[in-house]
Every structure is written in C-alpha cells, then in structure tokens.
C-alpha cells in the first residue's frame, strides 16, 4: 500500500483531506503531521511514497525545512497553497524533489497527477 505524509499546521485542513484522500486515493495510507519536527522523527524510521505539504506553515515556510527534509527522504514533495507565487515557482528548481506546487482546492487532474508520481 502506498503511503503519503500530509503536513499541515491546520488541523481543520487534517480532517478535510483525509476524506479527500479516501475518495481520490483509497488506495494510499496517509500520516498526517502538523509540525516539520515531527514529519522528520517520522521520516527517520520510515519510508513514504510521497510527501504532501502544505507551503506557508505558522513561523515558517516550507522552504525553510525542505533542505533538512531533503537529507532524511528521497520521497517526491509536493506543496499544497491557496496561492502559488512566482517566488514559489522559481525555487522549485533549486529543489528536484519538489515535483508539484498545487494550489487549494485541488481539482481532479491534481489527484491524478498525485497518484500518478506514486505509480
């Protein structure tokens, strides 16, 4: 079974992708974190398909931790936003784990593309 980490510091954003994961991707186990720190104790005892993130958590972008994030896991990431800037995009090339940056509400096609990185 395919597994996905979901980090998010909104827990609301928790519970309504969790059942966004079990209509699109059934298939997947997904562990949800709320904070980098614990996303990386998880990381360094196991191994995940794919990493979801949400782009601007509470004291911290998700460019501050993705160079430590990078040493832990080789797993494609993919960052979720309300509003992808052209600041965001650019850094994605400095990033080749950095697959996707989506923005909010994710649309069918987003789902796929998600699974389609796992398959």
Known sequence: ??????????????ILMKKLFQ????????Q???KPNSMEDWLGNNVVDIILSDLN??????????????????A????????ATPE???KMADFP????IFEKPLAEDDW????GMVS
């Open 88 to 90: 965001d995009l650019g």
């Open 23 to 30: 209509i699109h991707l059934p298939s997947f186990e997904v």
């Open 1 to 14: 079974m395919p597994t996905i980490a979901y980090l998010d510091d909104d827990r609301i954003q928790h």
């Open 32 to 34: 949800t974190f709320s």
């Open 57 to 74: 958590l509470e004291g911290e972008s998700a460019w501050d931790w993705i160079e430590r994030f990078t040493k832990i896991s080789s």
């Open 76 to 83: 494609p990431l993919v960052f979720l936003t309300a509003h």
């Open 97 to 100: 784990q950095v697959k996707m």
């Open 112 to 115: 796929q593309k998600i699974a």
